[in-house]
């Protein structure tokens, strides 16, 4: 068996196109599928590119952005963040 079987499964930037992981930078966007006949909208970025155009939104208005859509924190970030223990 090729290694491509399960390429469906892989993430796929939207903007350069190629494979990526989930990795510190990489942005994403869930928008489920409403019965009103709107699709959903599954994406997600790069880490580079997300630093080059931006995280992904929305493409319509329906929802919120910030419900639907996330950015893995870099590692500085996530260090910023945290509280020394008492």
């Given at each position: ?79 910023a963040t945290v509280e020394p223990?008492?």
């Amino acid at each position: 068996m090729s290694g491509r079987t399960y390429d469906y499964l892989r993430l796929r930037c939207d903007c350069c196109g190629r494979y990526m992981t989930a990795s510190p930078g990489a942005s994403f966007i869930e928008v489920p599928e409403i019965e009103d006949g709107y699709p959903g909208d599954e994406r997600s970025r790069c880490p580079t590119c997300t630093r080059q155009h931006g995280p992904c939104v929305p493409w319509r208005s329906i929802v919120r952005a910030e419900m639907v859509c996330w950015t893995i924190p870099e590692p500085a970030e996530v260090e910023a963040t945290v509280e020394p223990a008492p």
